[in-house]
């Protein structure tokens, strides 16, 4: 019956390939949504992620029309990427990813390979902490979508590493922290918030589908 009413919704499992860091990664293509990347049951990259971004993304276009230097942490398969250029076609986009079977499938389906993006296959957290040529750079946009299926690390949410994000953000630069919004997340999610509310000077909130976007600027 799953496989019949995958069929009826014009989904296709395209390829499956097993991730050290994600576990089981799977390429769907479906009518609705196109190709997409999937893991533990969430969409990771492509489909509804495109949608997801782009709402908090426009919103953000009509405050700050120019964005010279974007970051990206949480590469995935790179449909940031193409959300970011539809908005700002002239910035210069650093991504950054831990997982090197993720970054090769959007480069094999999702059209990363073509795509204008330093990559960096680094985790994240000592990417930010311990790169030192960081700190020469001012990004304008960073964005941060750092989950490992349906989990936030807890290391992404110290102190220390949001004072580190912050550190490299251009003086009228904003960040974005992507959080999943639902069940038993939601409260977490809020907390996180709560706490970004004391680093940073000002904090918006979106809420696109199960998620929630914390819009955060100084």
Not at 153 to 182: C, M, W
Request: proline content about 2%; hydrophobic content about 40%.
């Amino acid at each position: 019956m799953g496989k019949l009413a995958d069929f009826l919704a014009g989904l296709k499992v395209v390829e499956d390939v097993e991730s050290p860091i994600n576990g089981k990664v799977s390429v769907i293509k479906s009518l609705a949504f196109g190709t997409y990347l999937q893991v533990s049951g969430l969409t990771q990259s492509g489909g509804i992620i495109v949608d997801i971004w782009s709402k908090t993304l426009k919103k953000i276009k009509t405050q700050k029309s120019k964005v010279k230097n974007c970051l990206i942490l949480g590469l995935g398969g790179g449909s940031l990427v193409k959300v970011v250029k539809k908005y700002w076609p002239e910035a210069k986009i650093v991504g950054v990813d831990i997982d090197p079977v993720m970054v090769d499938l959007g480069k094999k389906y999702l059209g990363l390979d073509k795509s204008d993006v330093n990559i960096y296959i680094e985790d994240a957290y000592d990417f930010l902490i311990q790169n030192s040529k960081l700190k020469s750079k001012n990004y304008d946009l960073i964005l941060v979508d750092l989950y490992v299926g349906d989990e936030f690390p807890k290391k992404f949410e110290d102190d220390n590493y949001i004072q580190h994000t912050r550190s490299v953000l251009a003086s009228s630069g904003v960040v974005v922290f992507n959080r999943l919004y639902y069940g038993g997340k939601r409260r977490q999610s809020m907390k996180f918030g709560e706490k970004l509310e004391k680093i940073f000077n000002k904090v918006d909130i979106v809420f696109p589908e199960a998620n929630v976007m914390f819009v955060c600027s100084d």
